[in-house]
């Protein structure tokens, strides 16, 4: 079961493309970084990317990295969204499927052993990049984070309004 099931394993799990040491995986003889977009870098419905994530990719590329997005998302998406970015982006890529994920590797001369693909869905990114034995690296999808924010926002409004109606309740007895 397990031996099925390891095709679909990250080599890491992290938290976010935050939690990734970046400096040493160019130390271990990685080269090149292929992105998922939509949940890796920002949600579905984030246009451009954000200012932490254009500093971060002028990081990564200082170290030595090439850089790609490759996503399974429209042209128009991906285009727009690699406005500010200015890398090799790859739309419709078609992941799990190899072709786009190797096309992007032949375009920035990266070979199997030095590259990473880093993604949030294990059926498309990490199976993906596992068919071709790249490192892999899954991380928390950004809306089930929103969505865990958003819960706890909503836990602390519950809070702070049972203690609003139960003051209010009390100055209405009292009037
Ligand atoms: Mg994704």
Known sequence: MILLLKRFFPSEYVDSINHINYK????????????????????????????QIIDLFEEIKEIGFEIALVSNNNEVRITTFNEKLQVLAIHKALKPMTRNIKRAMQSLKLKKKNTILVG??????????????LKTILVVPISEKEQLITKIKRNTEKKILN???KKVKKNDSKN
């Not at 294990?122 to 199976?127: L, N, Q, S, V």
Request: hydrophobic content about 30%; cysteine-free; proline content about 4%.
């Open 120 to 133: 949030d869905q294990i059926f498309t990114d990490i199976y993906g990049g596992n068919r071709l034995k």
């Open 24 to 51: 040493k995986l160019y130390e271990e003889g990685y080269r090149g970084i292929l992105f998922d977009v939509d949940n890796t870098l920002v949600p579905y419905d984030m246009e451009h990317p954000t200012k």
């Open 163 to 165: 203690y609003y109606l």
